[in-house]
């Protein structure tokens, strides 16, 4: 029962390193608000479109989780061998997987919570839990595959091969929607110039 406490303090520091990772910053918060922002809704929405929608999404965010996951899982998987630490390897990579699910289950939800706000009118019928579930098992793909990427590989090769993928995925993705992908494209270039000019001033003319 001792190493209990070890235990949760470990997982509050991982879920710590998580949150202010120069990768999490970098990646999660943009790539929350341009899913969101290029998220598509149908006049009446239902809660089929929903989940249609933020799975596509939660593709993204279980993607960005990978890459944000990859760096400390290959630091206990490479560096603390030999080490007499109060915890298993095991058990520390479980309290990362502890961690990183919860980050990406924060991040699911957010999705959700977006959709669910961004819409004119309600979204029509009522939630399946097993399918609410599967989204979020979707996304905790991205951390636990990063986790035994790092302990098989021990290199940063499955995410330079994530990195070489994603691209290829979007643009097969953009040029295969034809005009819902321009839609997107607008949508995104509209965020681009947004965060390069929020207050955007016009000379008289």
């Known amino acids: 029962m001792s190493g209990v406490p070890t235990f949760w303090a470990l997982t509050r520091f991982n879920l710590r390193h998580l949150l202010v990772?120069?990768?999490?910053?970098a990646l999660v918060p943009a790539t929350l608000v341009g899913l969101a922002y290029s998220a598509y809704q149908p006049a009446l929405p239902t809660w089929s479109d929903l989940m249609d929608q933020v799975r596509l999404q939660t593709l993204?965010?279980?993607?960005?989780?990978?890459?944000?996951?990859t760096f400390p899982a290959l630091r206990e998987a490479r560096h603390t061998e030999g080490f007499a630490l109060p915890l298993s390897a095991r058990t520390r990579l479980l309290s990362l997987a502890l961690a990183s699910v919860?980050?990406?289950?924060?991040?699911?939800?957010?999705?959700?919570?977006?959709?669910?706000?961004?819409?004119?009118?309600p979204t029509a019928g009522t939630a399946a839990p097993p399918a609410v579930?599967?989204?979020?098992?979707?996304?905790?793909?991205?951390?636990?595959?990063?986790?035994?990427c790092a302990v098989w590989t021990r290199s940063y090769?499955?995410?330079v091969v994530l990195l070489l993928l994603v691209p290829a995925y979007l643009l097969y993705t953009v040029t295969s929607m034809g005009t819902?992908?321009?839609?997107?494209?607008?949508?995104?270039?509209?965020?681009?110039?947004?965060?390069?000019?929020?207050c955007p001033s016009t000379s008289p003319r």
């Open 157 to 159: 090769t499955p995410l």
């Open 21 to 25: 990772s120069p990768v999490f910053l």
């Open 180 to 198: 819902r992908a321009e839609e997107i494209l607008q949508r995104l270039n509209g965020v681009a110039r947004w965060v390069l000019d929020p």
């Open 60 to 69: 993204g965010v279980a993607a960005v989780m990978f890459a944000v996951t």
């Open 133 to 148: 579930l599967a989204l979020f098992l979707l996304g905790w793909c991205g951390p636990l595959g990063a986790l035994a």
């Open 102 to 121: 919860l980050v990406t289950s924060v991040c699911v939800g957010v999705l959700i919570v977006l959709y669910l706000l961004s819409g004119s009118q």
